[in-house]
């Protein structure tokens, strides 16, 4: 069989290039437009003494003038680039002070300050915001009457796709305000006339319309935590992708793997569906066992915990070496999971769904302050989930309970401290493969049932609990410099029960079988403390990053293993368990690693021109000893390693950057050669060259990266001893990836990407040089577009529609079967109105008959057919 060429790659990567372009072509496209008239520019130059400005009274300014009228302006790519960016408000706070109101208009991260126009009308003090506008739930504006004595009103309106205007309503006469200093949000300090203001007003605030969000209906995020520095994409000479919740839940995903898998380039399922574990490749190299948590490292050193989708806010992929921020990790990157935190607004969101296979799922979101100061605030996430599976078997079921509480206390304008916790319980079968003769090669038996089960219901299982806890105190000394300090602790409980499959006897039919249990007492201990400062030699401005990671885990593991009956493939008939126990061990397996780093960010020739350059050196050590027998010897081994980041990038434009880079990273090999020497551990390395846009105003961003990806020191067997093993093996990953991710029009949201990977063996003593690595395919697409309307009747009716394209991939390393491509077609209807959320989700919508993963020949773990699932959620 060779890989299928239905889908030629080449056709979709000029697909996928002419969309990341559309941004451009519309722009110097020759059409008539509707621009800002004279009279708002004239304000404009006016209101350019309140740039970066103190506290202002700005009571005393002149009245509005005469608008003439509109006329055209270029519309060349040159000029429309040049244009100031387009802020998001994605919040509104109104709260009362000693002397009147404070009025806080929250933006998203990254975005331009917000510089307001204000002018006395009448009873009103209008505040006009130029080149801003309006985040989805606060599309329809928002009003609040009588907030304290002496304001009628408070009111955020839309002018047009550019300009918002607050209009500030008093009782005789406009109010005055100030401008209060705020490093990202606009915040006015409002005076009623006469300053008549009471603490308690007597009239109560009525909300007419709320809007406040955290802008998570934005698909594109400027910036990131994964490199610990807050960079921005634009300036990070790497490839960075993130995926906000907004993504994930408006294509209704549940499972971890799939909302990095289907939302990122050179990002591919790296284990069986409905595995308790989230496993996901990147540039062909699987990443499972560690990651980042809030930008701080979560290192295990035996296994990788299970996630929850429930208390995510976003997720970010570091492609490529990154032990410089990460330690031991796989050369393929790095995620970093960013979980909600508390907000100062109170916030109260329930939601529930309901599917195909009696999938149900409830959760809640609390959040908001503990007291007046607002100093102390909470956030409270819950979920529980249940859903059957389309396998023919009892017990099979899926189930997750998790809650998710944190609080944080700012101790002090330049203090913060906050305690986060999480306990999540989760329940799936232990493994679903079924022999890839009869699913994916021929069977001359016939094929295998889609929902066949060869395991034993009564006993597979997989069942694990995490409780975690931890605090996370920041400090700024000032404005250039701050302290970062993270304790995480962890007990991770796992049980695995299986009648694992041990082969396929010739008759193509008959399964031989053995029972096994695993169980895992791992508890584990993180602290990580770090500075960052910024300042300037001469012309170069420097960003450093100088920090300690230590991590210590103990890892009480035992093993049983059983006799078990055979079973038919065609027509199992269950034995309702295993037999005797035929052997069991019980083993102490401990590791530790202390990693200490340095990095400088430098700019210069007007922060056009960026070098990054830093290192990274670890000490690992891990143990094991044998807790049964006392005569044994306790194992242990000791490794070290240095890890280097050189990176360049050069910004042709504020929104254009070129980039190139060096990296590695390592992962420690346990182990003894035939000569008794411990391994050295596994380095990778990478090369990497490419470029990064932010068009349409920073609403929409694209990347294109060229990378040469190899890692060396592969554990392969001994030629003189087969029962060893040496390291000369040697892997290579070669790739091209493009993603554009964000808002192409007003209401329609996008996220496409397209990957070329070429992973395969340059040298091996079992496998060919030049086969393919498992389960990696050459060429994937993901494309997800998503429309809502804005205004009129329908205003709040959005669809979705999504294709994923996976290519034909190696069901093994040593390329004995294939597994075929497949084109899944995902669509969404949602309504999404003032407070309340309605979504209708189809996933597989064409039902296509695929293979998402498969562990060796015995075990090919099919996908699900078409689901669907209605879902609401409540604001209040």
Known sequence: MTRSKDLNWVKYSFFLFQLSLLPLLISINPVVAETKSDWRSQRATRSESFRGAHPLNLTAVNSVQDIPPRHQVSTSAIDLLAQAPVTRVTGVEVNQTNSGLEVILQTAAGGQRLVPLILPEGKNLVVDILDATLGFDLRNGVTKTNPVEGIKSVALTKVDESSIRLTITGGSKAPSA????????????????????????????????????????????????????????????????????????????????????????????????????????IRGFDVSSNSLVNGIPETFFTLSTPRDLSNIERLEILSGPASIVGGQISPGGIVNVVTKQPSLSPLYELSASYGSFNTVQGAFDFSGPLNDSKTVAYRLNASIYHSGTFIDADNVDIERFSIAPVISWQIGKQTKLSFEGLYFDNRTPQRVGLPARGTVLDNPNGEIPRDQFVGEPDFDGSTNKLTQIGYDLEHSFSDNWSLRHVFRYMNFQNEQKEAFVNELQDDLRTLERSGDLFIDDINNYQATAYVTGK???????????????????????????????????????????????????????????????????????????????????????????????????????????????????????????????????????????????????????????????????????????????????????????????????????????????????????????????????????????????????????????????????????????????????????????????????DAAIYYRRDKLDLALNFKNLFDVDYVEFADDDLRVGLADPFTAEFSASYKF
């Open 535 to 825: 300042f300037e030699t001469g012309k170069i401005n420097h960003e450093l990053l100088a920090g300690v990671d230590y991590v210590f885990e103990e890892d009480f593991f035992e093993s049983e293993f059983f006799e078990a009956e055979s079973i038919d493939l065609f027509k199992p008939e269950f034995a309702g368990g295993v037999g005797e126990s035929i052997d069991s061990s019980n083993v102490l397996q401990t590791g530790n690693g202390l990693g200490i780093y340095l990095q400088d960010q430098l700019k210069t020739f007007d922060n056009r021109l960026i070098f990054v350059l830093g290192g990274r050196v670890d000490f690992v050590g891990s143990s094991s000893e044998d807790l049964v027998d006392e005569s044994s010897e306790k194992e242990s081994q000791d490794d070290s390693a240095f890890s280097p980041r050189v990176g360049v990038l050069y910004k042709l434009a504020d929104n254009i950057s070129l980039y190139g880079s060096f990296s590695r990273s390592f992962k420690q090999e346990i182990g003894r050669s035939l000569n008794n020497e411990t391994f050295e551990p596994s380095r990778g390395t990478q090369y990497e060259v490419g470029a990064k846009a932010d068009w349409l105003n920073k609403r929409l961003s694209t990347t294109l990266a060229f990378y040469d990806l190899t890692q060396t020191n592969v554990l392969t067997e001994d030629p003189d001893d087969p029962e060893f093993e040496i390291q000369t093996g040697e892997q290579n990953s070669q790739g091209i990836e493009l993603q554009t991710t964000g808002e192409i029009l007003p209401g329609w949201s996008v996220v496409a990407s397209y990957a070329y990977t070429n992973a395969e063996i340059i040298q091996d003593n079992v496998f060919a040089v030049g086969n393919s690595l498992a389960n990696v395919p050459e060429n994937t697409v993901n494309l997800w577009n998503t429309y809502t309307i804005s205004e009129g009747d329908l205003s709040g009716l959005g669809f979705g529609l999504g294709l994923f394209y996976v290519g034909s991939r190696e069901g093994d390393l040593d390329n004995s079967f294939q597994l075929d491509d497949y084109l899944r077609t």
């Open 178 to 281: 100030e401008i209060i200093p705020s490093r990202q949000n606009l915040v006015l300090s409002v005076t009623p006339e006469g300053n008549t203001a009471q603490t308690k007003p007597d009239e109560e605030i009525e909300v007419i319309a709320t809007g406040e969000a955290a802008d998570n209906n934005d698909y594109f995020v400027p910036d990131v935590g994964v490199t610990r520095t807050n960079t921005p994409i634009i300036d990070t000479p790497g490839t960075v992708r993130v995926i906000p919740r907004q993504i994930f839940e408006d294509q209704g995903t549940t499972e971890f793997r799939d909302a990095l898998s289907r939302n990122a380039a050179g990002v591919v399922t790296g284990g069986s569906p409905r595995s308790q574990f989230n496993n996901v490749k």
